[in-house]
């Protein structure tokens, strides 16, 4: 942490974790100084690469996109709870959210698992970020009713794979539901978030992608 900053987001390199099924990332050499006279990389990825925003339209027929928030609205006020140790697809349940988040200040909850311990650069040397612990839909609608959103050192706040785990929601997203159909943010694959104080600011500013069902993040926390 640097002059009350500290970086909460991974690195986006080639062969990082990705959701199953989503687009492989590359970062690759287009041009170099010695040949070319200058550098440029280019970057192949999803949406949804690394530490990210889910806009509603990620999960929702008719959500809004990332650009229908204004600017401002990705300066989130941050309740934090640390719930580690967490064991293997362990459930969270709104028993474990921090209190205060009825606070109409509050727009986010941050969640420290620890699951952050198991990213790998290389995804093929380590499944285990896979079983990440995550949140039951009694918690998402926890969140819901205190019109805060969710943000997760893990790949996801549902479980992944994402089994059908309530038969109101079949595809198995109910918290991308409760959350993302009430315009409320997620933000997934934070990382070095512990020491952090009960309440900061936090800045996660998308990528300006048209249409953008999500986008990756650099987010920063801001505390005193």
């Known amino acids: 942490m640097v002059d009350g900053y500290r970086d909460l987001s991974h690195r986006i390199e080639t062969g ?3 959701f199953p099924g989503d687009p492989d990332v590359s970062v690759t050499s287009a041009a170099t100084i010695p040949e070319d006279g200058f550098s440029v990389q ?3 990825c999803g949406s949804h690469t690394g530490t990210h925003i889910d806009a509603p339209s990620h999960t929702e027929p008719d959500g809004g996109v990332l650009a229908d928030r204004p600017i401002g609205q990705y300066v989130f ?3 934090f709870r640390d719930v580690t140790p967490c064991s293997a ?7 474990r959210l921090p209190d ?12 420290r698992t620890g699951w952050d311990e198991y990213w790998a650069t290389d995804h093929r040397e380590n499944d285990r970020y896979l079983d990440h612990p995550y949140l039951l839909p009694a918690a998402a609608r926890r969140l819901r009713e205190a019109n805060c959103g ?10 992944t794979p994402t089994p059908a785990a309530d038969p109101d929601e079949p595809d198995g ?10 315009d409320l943010p997620i933000i997934e694959n934070l990382t070095a978030l512990s020491g952090l104080p009960e309440r900061f600011v936090l800045y996660a500013f998308p990528l300006p992608i048209a249409d953008g069902d999500g986008a990756p993040v650099r987010a920063v926390a801001r505390v005193s």
């Open 16 to 18: 990082m974790r990705t």
């Open 42 to 44: 280019e970057i192949r």
């Open 77 to 79: 006020t941050a309740r």
């Open 89 to 95: 697809r362990e459930p969270i349940g709104p028993d």
């Open 100 to 111: 205060g988040i009825d606070d109409p200040d509050v727009d986010i909850v941050v969640l």
């Open 150 to 159: 969710v943000a997760v050192d893990s790949l996801n706040p549902d479980p």
């Open 173 to 182: 997203f109910p918290v991308h539901h409760a959350l993302l159909g009430s």
